[in-house]
């Protein structure tokens, strides 16, 4: 496994690095959310990126898609430096990249058939029985070809995130993003979700970058994981090489255990001084 | 000091934000004319926008009317040209009341549902969503959304008119029996193409107003409930107090 701060030899060694983030820094107001990242994910693996609440981890999805520019270093998609792309140059890069939200985002005044055929109508001239024939697929890939009349908000969560995984994939990605996938689904959904993630991946050859912190579930898919925490990659690797490892933060996040590199408490003063007054004498109740 | 601080930040917030809506406006206009390369989805918001706020407005036009028959034949009467009423009755109806009116119902009933569709689309990632799938939402939805308010604010403005008319009328003539040719046959020697065009000028600039206000502020919303809901708020107080500015600007550029 590689150990924290050490720098990820990205493009000496990855001539298939499809996306390559080299000392990114990135701050929102006076807190930096990233101090100097490194990070590269490889055609048709799938990485996983994983991290507490709160590192940044969809932050970075922003980042590696041009929807945020970074303060300083490089995120580099084909090859491409994404902050100096003008809207044409973002467009035409989105058009090769598929992302999964956390919660869908589905199109809420169009039904699922529509919510598909949405990008295709967008970006094709195809005929209508085509488009019915490439969305009838995509809807009986994810298992919801019986549901193409539905509307969002008859949708549960599960099935939401497979039409959004159909609409995601609908005009064939070369790299497919999954922001928290597995967020707030039960343990049927998630299976289901597990293996469509799998599918696509293995069957359709896409790239895929997984972003969630359900670390069971990304260790059974993830061919190289990254652990982000406070700002920087803290360990990366295959999951089972961060399953064995000893690094305290690593055992931290995969045992969840509350206390340790990642503290319980957010920071605060101290417990006395704030309940008792700085002197320790009670403040008065005025 | 404090004071003269905050005055001048106030003033210059006020600046930036008189700026942004001008860039916005700038860019919209820009996307404008693709998106009257597909009128299907102008049709569908001129029908949001304007068809389903026909119940208020006429609702809203008849009371008007019944009114301005009623204080107008009050006022008239004591002159003893109560025959007057038709042309009274019609001339506040076409150059003030009903495109300023309109205004007012149309920032309440349809810029508010634009402003919290728009902003609870950018709360639920539905607009970052068209971004990642390279569809610009300002092309896509905003200028259809902007095109079909500009578009059915003088359609709406006609109908509140001619409803109006029609409430003057009944109580004029039907309560407060003023002899109905005199009632008809003075408007139609009163009334001039230019009154009628002065009032489809200020339908026209008052829907661009609304509109722009009510998709600006629901593009710009915080993506919180709470961010929504004031900038609904903001659609409506901001859109009134512009219609009402405007109004006052446009008839002094009339006279």
Not at chain 1, 23 to 29: E, I, K, N, P
Not at chain 1, 146 to 166: C, D, N, T
Not at chain 1, 185 to 206: A, C, E, F, T, Y
Not at chain 2, 198 to 225: D, M, N, Q, R, W
Request: aromatic share 6%; charged share 15%.
């Amino acid at each position: 496994m590689r150990e924290a701060q050490r720098p990820i030899a990205a493009s000496a060694q990855t001539g298939d690095a499809v996306v390559e983030v080299s000392g990114l820094r990135y701050s929102v107001g006076r807190r930096e959310i990233f101090a100097g990242l490194d990070l590269v994910a490889r055609r048709g693996r799938i990485t996983a990126i994983m991290g507490p609440s709160g590192t940044g981890k969809t932050t970075l999805l922003r980042l590696i898609t041009g929807q945020v520019a970074p303060s300083a270093g490089r995120v580099q998609v084909w090859g491409e430096n994404v902050a100096t792309l003008g809207q044409r140059g973002l467009f035409a890069l989105r058009r090769r990249i598929g992302m999964l939200f956390q919660n869908g985002a589905l199109l809420t005044d169009l039904d699922v058939f529509e919510n598909i055929a949405f990008p295709v109508r967008e970006h094709t001239n195809l005929t209508e029985p085509l488009i019915r024939q490439l969305v009838l697929t995509k809807l009986h890939a994810v298992g919801l070809r019986g549901a193409a009349r539905m509307m969002p908000a008859e949708l549960s969560g599960g099935m939401g995130r497979r039409v959004a995984l159909a609409r995601a994939v609908v005009m064939d990605p070369e790299l497919l993003i999954y922001d928290e996938p597995f967020v707030g689904l039960d343990p049927i959904s998630m299976g289901v979700i597990v293996r469509l993630i799998r599918q696509m991946n293995r069957v359709l050859g896409i790239t895929s970058i997984v972003v969630s912190h359900d670390v069971h579930e990304l260790a059974a898919i993830a061919d190289e994981s990254y652990l982000l925490s406070e700002g920087r990659c803290v360990a990366s690797g295959s999951p089972e090489e961060l399953r064995v490892s000893d690094s305290e933060i690593v055992r931290q996040f995969l045992d969840g255990i509350a206390d340790g590199p990642v503290p319980f408490h957010f920071p605060a003063p101290g417990y006395r001084e704030q309940l008792f007054g700085v002197n320790g004498a009670r403040r008065s109740s005025r | 000091m404090n004071r003269a601080v905050a005055r001048d930040g106030m003033v210059t917030g006020m600046l930036r934000r008189i700026g942004a809506v001008g860039v916005f406006f700038g860019a919209l206009l820009a996307q404008c004319v693709p998106a009257l390369a597909r009128p299907r989805l102008i049709v569908h918001q001129i029908y949001n926008a304007g068809a389903r706020s026909l119940i208020i407005v006429m609702m809203c036009g008849v009371f008007v009317g019944m009114v301005l028959g009623l204080q107008g034949f009050d006022l008239l009467q004591r002159f003893g040209s109560e025959d007057a009423l038709g042309v009274a009755a019609a001339l506040s109806l076409l150059k003030e009341l009903g495109p300023v009116v309109t205004a007012l119902l149309f920032a309440g009933r349809a810029g508010t549902s634009l402003t919290s569709e728009i902003g609870l689309m950018r709360a639920t990632d539905q607009l970052t969503a068209m971004q990642m799938m390279a569809v610009d939402p300002m092309q896509r939805i905003i200028a259809p959304r902007f095109l079909g308010g500009v578009i059915a604010m003088p359609l709406l403005v006609a109908i509140f008119n001619v409803v109006g008319l029609f409430g003057a009328q009944l109580v004029g003539v039907q309560l407060m029996s003023v002899d109905p040719g005199a009632f008809w046959s003075q408007m139609q020697g009163a009334v001039e193409l230019n009154d009628v065009q002065e009032g489809f000028i200020k339908s026209l600039v008052f829907g661009t107003a609304c509109s722009l206000v009510a998709v600006y502020e629901g593009y710009h919303s915080e993506p919180t409930a709470a961010g929504v809901g004031l900038a609904t708020t903001r659609t409506v107080v901001t859109s009134s107090v512009l219609t009402l500015l405007l109004d006052y600007i446009l008839t002094a550029a009339f006279l």
